[in-house]
């Protein structure tokens, strides 16, 4: 859980400038489109952990939304 913090804390910077957002911006490090997506530990909102891959196999249909917290 605590790398989860530490990402929230770098994502939610306090104001909207270039220097703030630009190196969370890896777009060439995205998989090709049309390819699976890597696996990746998500975080429900009680704090607890659990992945992309547990996810997809739960659900026939996956939705992530990626977005500000601000």
Known sequence: ????IDWVKRYNYDS?????????????DSPPVGTPAPDFPLWHIDGTETSLYE???EHLYTIVEF????
Do not use: K
């Not at 859980?1 to 989860?4: N, S």
């Not at 977005?67 to 601000?70: A, I, N, Q, R």
């Open 67 to 70: 977005g500000s917290f601000t």
């Open 16 to 28: 909207f400038i270039r220097e703030n957002f630009e190196p969370l911006m890896r777009f060439e």
């Open 1 to 4: 859980m605590t790398q989860q």
């Open 55 to 57: 996810v997809f196999q």
